[in-house]
Structures are given as C-alpha cells and as structure tokens.
C-alpha cells in the first residue's frame, strides 16, 4: 500500500472506470459441477472462483468427528496459473489463513448441529485473481452449499471497501488494493444483519472506517440479490427441463 499510482481520476472515476461506490461486473452460475454435492462459480470483476462442496459425508480421519455437530472444512487454493507470476500450488501461509477466515465466515451459517459425526468440506478453487477474492470465496461457497440442500440460516455475502487516493471506493481491485490506503473485507448475512467476517489492511480514521464498512455493506445487499438470481436461474432451467420432458 503505497499510494504512488494514482487511482482517482479527475473525474472522480477509479483506475477501472468505476464510480467509487460501484461493485466490479458480477455472474454467478450455480450447480455446474456434476460429481460435486453442490457447486457455485463466480467472476467478480477479474477475479474467477470455483467452489464445490461434499457432505454431510462420514468424516476421514475417523477421529476428528465431532459428536453433535457436523466438522465445517474450507480449503482455499489459488491456482498456479491465477496470477500473473506462477504461485507454488503448495498450500502457503495465507492461504492457509484464507481457509480458515473463510470457515469462520461461513460457520454460522449452517445448521450445523443438525449433522452430527459427518463432516462438510467446501473447496475454493481461484483459477484466476485480480483482489478480493476472499469475499469472492466466501459468497461463491455460500451458494455451493444452498446447492448441496445444506440447511442455512442465511446466505453469507461478503464484499470488501476500502480507501484509494483519499477515496472510500467499493469492491476493490488488485491494483486498488495493493497501491491504496485501506482494505476492509466483510462478510454478511443480510437477513439476520449479522457480520461475520471483519478484517482491516491499512490505516483509516474512525469516520472512515465507519463509512468504509457501511459501504461494503450496501455491496453485500447489492451481491445477495444476484446470489437469489444465480439460486433461482437453476431451478427455472430444471423446471423447463421436467416440462419439456412430460411434453415428449
Ligand atoms: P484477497 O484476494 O482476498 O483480496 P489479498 O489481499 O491477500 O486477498 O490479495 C489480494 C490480491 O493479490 C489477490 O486477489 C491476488 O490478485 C493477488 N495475489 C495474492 N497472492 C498472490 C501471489 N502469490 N502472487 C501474485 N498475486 C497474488
């Protein structure tokens, strides 16, 4: 973060044409992996996010079942081929964290009392990044797991704000987020109004930060309609599929 590019334009338009309190073009597909329970991908902008979810399945190693509870697994992996530089397919450090950050967000969530002994796994899968693609993750995994008929008490949507060039902006992007100030990501659970995951890169005044995640926020209503779109759209081709079939 070191605010030498500049990222605001004499119009006020961000290094990608958008206006600060814009969201990055988004498509959301829903159940496109067969052999998955449940299965969700994303393109946020730039960033390109697979998530596929198993379970309630029997939990392996036997041992870490957990009597009255389902085991919540994430993994985050970012494809060596997602950046522009190759990245190690090894698990690093942050994504390491990612993985957990990501589990937490989606916790509580899910019923998941309701599956005692079993265990449910969702994996992220970023085939292509460019910022932002923990929040990504987070609401991409979310819709895997409406696929996979995991009851939830609420879809989790996450969407980061943050600060460029003086500038509170929505949905950053790469550039954004390296060269600008702050970076707030938040996840959220719109009709319970409860936030889940709130973490903070940079430094910003009490006002801003305010301002920030009010802003990111309104981004997490903005993404849960399309989430219901994304949701729906599967169900409408199906039902056409059953009716085109009785016609025959
Ligand atoms: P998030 O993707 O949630 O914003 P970070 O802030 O850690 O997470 O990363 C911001 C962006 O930096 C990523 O979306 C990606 O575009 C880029 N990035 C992360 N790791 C690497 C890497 N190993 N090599 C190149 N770019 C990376």
């Given at each position: 973060m070191s605010g030498k590019i500049k990222l605001i334009n004499e119009n006020g338009l961000?290094?990608?044409?958008?206006?600060?309190?814009e969201l990055r073009p988004i498509k959301m597909e829903v159940g496109i992996l067969s052999n998955a329970d449940g299965s969700a991908y994303i393109e946020q902008g730039k960033s390109k996010i697979l998530a596929a979810v198993y379970g309630p399945r029997e939990v392996h190693p036997r041992h870490l079942a957990l009597p009255d509870r389902a085991l919540l697994r994430c993994r985050y992996h970012m494809a060596p081929?997602?950046?522009e530089e190759r990245k190690s397919p090894a698990p690093s450090r942050r994504e390491i964290e990612l993985s957990k950050v990501i589990r937490e967000a989606l916790e509580p969530a899910i019923f998941l009392e309701k599956f005692p002994r079993t265990s449910i796994d969702v994996f992220i899968e970023v085939?292509?990044?460019?910022?932002g693609t923990r929040c990504a993750g987070v609401t991409v995994a979310s819709l895997a797991l409406a696929d996979a008929g995991i009851p939830m008490r609420d879809m989790v949507v996450a969407c980061a704000a943050g600060k460029v060039d003086g500038v509170i902006v929505l949905d950053l992007n790469d550039l954004e987020d390296k060269e600008g100030e702050a970076d707030i990501p938040v996840a959220y659970m719109p009709n319970l109004g409860l936030i889940s995951l709130l973490q903070m890169d940079g430094i910003l005044t009490i006002e801003e930060f305010n301002q920030a995640l009010n802003l990111a926020i309104e981004g997490c209503k903005q993404i849960y309609r399309l989430q219901k779109e994304a949701l729906k759209a599967k169900y409408v081709a199906i039902k056409e599929e059953v009716e085109e079939t009785c016609l025959q």
């Open positions: 961000r290094v990608d044409g958008r206006r600060p309190n081929f997602s950046v085939l292509q990044a460019d910022g």
